[in-house]
């Protein structure tokens, strides 16, 4: 990997990736760089970064902290630990560190790792889950698993009169007509410092006036990487954006619904699997066999992969007919409308650059690894570690299925010779329309996600518990008509995940 480009000044002061990082190496930058902060980082059961602020008063106790990290209240930070045992110790992931953007005094933030008190990891610890999952989806395959995020979100700020927007018709739309490209780059630039891989950002269909106010959607999309690291650049992501809101005195939401009429946000994940230096998805320009197995694995739990990705009543208000949020259980390729879809991925035999660029030399590019299946239900209110375990655990689920290609057969949404997308068909089975449907779909498969010793049964009773407590079954009904009482719950939920 080369370090020449990378954005972040660990990797271009230590020249060396960050997977690579020690804890000699974390001090060395420390000591010749005047940081005079580190803080500890870890996700609590709310999928909110918290922080545990460390003042470095000499190398001794830096070395120390650095290698037995710290004590927290794991009660106050995971609804199922009682609080007569809750100690719990959070260790320091080296190859997690950045410099804090927004802090006074310059400052390392480094995320932890959770442990019991044997020393053992905390098994429901959200970085530990994910281990546990890729684990046991490399054991049964030998193939690696990559992901990563599309982060959907509101800006909302002051309206500008100045070169107004057309109403729901934001899409890659540029200033002057889109009014907050500033602030998304801006947050761009601390996310690639902070180590995240984006891909791309822009602004999103989203777009209209509110009481006053301008609701702008935009769009960060990541760089597939390693299971667990595409975890950990979400959260820090999500971090970076809303703080970086109330430094410019505005506010964002990732919330799946904020008003009726308009765009919803979702957090659609992108997946892709390697094998011997090869994306597993895609051969000859055509689908593979095991492509359809992941498929298969997506949509077969998917009912109860929105108890991790749909975690809020507000999800469903989202997932509703005729719109790009899917609700039938099935798959397409292009097709925006599908559950999981296969984007397009350059398997074309034209060279299209040279097309473009008369003058460009005549050559071949391998764009295999270009090839994603795309999961399209999932917003930000989604616990993000938990989610892409499940879709992990859901993946080894599609290869262990023996009727999986008939299934993904089966399931495949295309597009009829009228060239209407016939996701919407009633044939299909249905996602959950509440949390409590979730609820009642992730009891009946739990033992999918149980079988490998990934989630543990008190992790998945404590999901059924606080999905219930919703008490959402027929909210959609109840609330029809009644405009204010929606509103009420998005403000409830506006700052969800």
Same mark, same amino acid.
Request: net charge negative; proline share 5%; with cysteine.
């Given at each position: 990997?080369?370090?020449?480009?990378?954005?972040?000044? *660990?990797?271009?002061? *230590?020249?060396?990736?960050?997977?690579?990082?020690?804890?000699?190496? $974390?001090?060395?930058?420390?000591?010749?760089?005047?940081?005079?902060?580190?803080?500890?980082?870890?996700?609590?059961?709310?999928?909110?970064?918290?922080?545990?602020?460390?003042?470095?008063?000499?190398?001794?106790?830096? +070395?120390?902290?650095?290698?037995?990290?710290?004590?927290?209240?794991?009660?106050?930070?995971?609804?199922? $630990?009682?609080?007569?045992?809750?100690? *719990?110790?959070?260790?320091?992931?080296?190859?997690?560190?950045?410099?804090?953007?927004?802090?006074?005094?310059?400052?390392?933030?480094?995320?932890?790792?959770?442990?019991?008190?044997?020393?053992?990891?905390?098994?429901?610890?959200?970085?530990?889950?994910?281990?546990?999952?890729?684990?046991?989806?490399?054991?049964?395959?030998?193939?690696?698993?990559?992901?990563?995020?599309?982060?959907?979100?509101?800006?909302?700020?002051?309206?500008?009169?100045?070169?107004?927007?057309?109403?729901?018709?934001?899409?890659?739309?540029?200033?002057?007509?889109?009014?907050?490209?500033?602030?998304?780059?801006?947050?761009?630039?601390?996310?690639?410092?902070?180590?995240?891989?984006?891909? %791309?950002?822009?602004?999103?269909?989203?777009?209209?006036?509110?009481?006053?106010?301008?609701?702008?959607?935009?769009?960060?999309?990541?760089?597939?990487?390693?299971?667990?690291?595409?975890?950990?650049?979400?959260?820090?992501? =999500?971090?970076?954006?809303?703080?970086?809101?109330?430094?410019?005195?505005?506010?964002?939401?990732?919330?799946? &619904?904020?008003?009726?009429?308009?765009?919803?946000?979702?957090?659609?994940?992108?997946?892709?699997?390697?094998?011997?230096?090869?994306?597993?998805?895609?051969?000859?320009?055509?689908?593979?066999?095991?492509?359809?197995?992941?498929?298969?694995?997506?949509?077969?739990?998917?009912?109860?992969?929105?108890?991790?990705?749909?975690?809020?009543?507000?999800?469903?208000?989202?997932?509703?007919?005729?719109?790009?949020?899917?609700?039938?259980?099935?798959?397409?390729?292009?097709?925006?409308?599908?559950?999981?879809?296969?984007?397009?991925?350059?398997?074309?035999?034209?060279?299209?650059? =040279?097309?473009?660029?008369?003058?460009?030399?005549?050559?071949?590019? +391998?764009?295999?690894? =270009?090839?994603?299946?795309?999961?399209?239900?999932?917003?930000?209110?989604?616990?993000?570690?938990?989610? #892409?375990?499940?879709?992990?655990?859901?993946?080894?689920?599609?290869?262990?299925?023996?009727?999986?290609?008939? %299934?993904?057969?089966?399931?495949?949404?295309?597009?009829?010779?009228?060239?209407?997308? +016939?996701?919407?068909?009633?044939?299909?089975?249905?996602?959950?329309?509440?949390?409590?449907?979730?609820?009642?779909?992730?009891?009946?498969?739990?033992?999918?996600?149980?079988?490998?010793?990934?989630?543990?049964?008190?992790?998945?009773?404590?999901? #059924?518990? &606080?999905?219930?407590?919703?008490?959402?079954? =027929?909210?959609?009904?109840?609330?029809?008509?009644?405009?204010?009482?929606?509103?009420?719950?998005?403000?409830?939920?506006?700052?969800?995940?």
């Amino acid at each position: 990997m080369t370090t020449k480009l990378n954005a972040n000044p *660990l990797v271009q002061y *230590l020249q060396k990736p960050a997977g690579d990082f020690t804890k000699a190496d $974390i001090i060395k930058f420390i000591e010749n760089n005047g940081i005079q902060m580190v803080n500890f980082r870890y996700a609590g059961h709310d999928g909110r970064l918290k922080t545990l602020h460390l003042m470095i008063s000499d190398f001794d106790y830096l +070395d120390t902290f650095l290698s037995s990290g710290e004590r927290v209240d794991g009660s106050s930070l995971f609804a199922n $630990i009682e609080a007569g045992s809750s100690d *719990l110790y959070v260790i320091p992931r080296f190859a997690t560190a950045f410099i804090n953007p927004f802090a006074e005094v310059p400052t390392i933030d480094i995320l932890c790792a959770y442990f019991n008190k044997d020393g053992n990891p905390f098994a429901d610890a959200p970085e530990y889950l994910l281990c546990k999952a890729h684990r046991a989806l490399h054991d049964a395959t030998g193939m690696t698993f990559e992901a990563m995020g599309e982060l959907e979100y509101y800006v909302i700020g002051p309206v500008d009169e100045l070169f107004a927007a057309t109403d729901q018709r934001g899409y890659h739309e540029s200033e002057p007509f889109c009014k907050w490209t500033h602030f998304r780059t801006a947050a761009m630039r601390a996310i690639t410092q902070a180590g995240g891989l984006i891909k %791309y950002g822009h602004s999103e269909v989203g777009n209209f006036t509110l009481n006053g106010q301008l609701y702008e959607q935009n769009e960060i999309e990541f760089i597939p990487t390693r299971l667990e690291n595409a975890a950990d650049q979400l959260m820090i992501a =999500k971090w970076i954006i809303r703080t970086m809101a109330h430094r410019y005195g505005i506010t964002v939401t990732f919330a799946p &619904k904020i008003t009726l009429g308009k765009a919803g946000s979702g957090m659609h994940i992108h997946t892709r699997l390697w094998k011997d230096g090869r994306n597993v998805l895609i051969e000859n320009g055509r689908l593979t066999d095991a492509a359809k197995h992941v498929i298969a694995g997506y949509l077969s739990l998917a009912p109860s992969l929105t108890a991790f990705g749909n975690t809020n009543p507000t999800s469903y208000f989202r997932l509703v007919p005729n719109q790009e949020a899917p609700t039938n259980i099935c798959w397409g390729d292009r097709n925006r409308a599908a559950l999981v879809r296969v984007p397009l991925g350059w398997s074309v035999e034209v060279n299209m650059s =040279k097309v473009a660029n008369p003058l460009e030399p005549v050559r071949k590019i +391998d764009f295999s690894p =270009k090839q994603t299946v795309e999961f399209r239900c999932s917003d930000g209110s989604a616990d993000i570690y938990q989610l #892409l375990a499940g879709l992990a655990v859901a993946v080894r689920h599609g290869f262990e299925m023996e009727d999986a290609l008939s %299934y993904a057969n089966h399931t495949y949404a295309g597009i009829t010779g009228s060239g209407k997308q +016939d996701a919407d068909t009633p044939t299909f089975a249905h996602l959950p329309a509440s949390c409590a449907e979730s609820a009642d779909a992730l009891e009946e498969q739990r033992t999918a996600y149980e079988r490998y010793g990934v989630f543990s049964p008190g992790m998945i009773d404590g999901i #059924l518990t &606080k999905l219930r407590a919703f008490n959402d079954r =027929k909210l959609r009904q109840e609330i029809t008509g009644h405009p204010d009482r929606m509103q009420e719950l998005i403000r409830l939920y506006f700052h969800c995940g």
